[in-house]
């Protein structure tokens, strides 16, 4: 479930929450989701996760790196049960650093809108947030980050797109 913090007391129940998103994360095992009659661009899934655990001043590195890594088991999972018979269907792992908390896991039925995330040049590149995270990417996937820090931003802001080519 998630939740957002109303207060700085420290988080309890770490191991039980995480082990909580790593049973989401395999719930989408063999999924398949088609595109609905309404002609939706993408479905998604948001981070299912407590704010305070990835983001804030008590959050640890290690918590929002397993918690991403869930982000892209479940991406795989989708990705691997993906019918593409049926018509444009790509899987990404859309990550908010350091604001993990609105970080999803999204499946894109439309192509232009799919690339609209991509973008048409890696400006980050050489940088990947897989290596500095150590987080294991699907062999199929790509990395593409942008800086999208605003004027107001106390600290600098990455919008990842981590997924299958367009």
Not at 44 to 65: F, N, S, T
Not at 84 to 96: E, F, N, W
Not at 155 to 160: D, E, L, P
């Amino acid at each position: 479930m998630r939740q957002i913090a109303l207060n700085n007391k420290p988080h309890r129940g770490i191991p039980r929450r995480l082990r909580a998103l790593e049973r989401w994360a395999s719930g989408f095992r063999d999924e398949f989701y088609p595109r609905s009659a309404h002609m939706e661009r993408y479905t998604h899934w948001k981070i299912p996760v407590h704010e305070a655990l990835i983001q804030g001043p008590r959050a640890r590195i290690e918590d929002q790196a397993f918690c991403i890594q869930q982000l892209l088991e479940a991406a795989s999972h989708l990705s691997n049960a993906a019918d593409h018979s049926q018509g444009y269907y790509r899987v990404a792992c859309l990550l908010v650093w350091p604001w993990v908390h609105q970080s999803e896991v999204t499946i894109f039925y439309d192509r232009d809108y799919y690339l609209g995330f991509l973008g048409e040049t890696n400006p980050l590149m050489p940088e990947r947030s897989s290596h500095s995270l150590a987080l294991h990417t699907p062999a199929n996937f790509i990395e593409h980050g942008h800086d999208v820090t605003q004027p107001d931003d106390e600290v600098a802001v990455q919008w990842w797109c981590i997924g299958e080519p367009a």
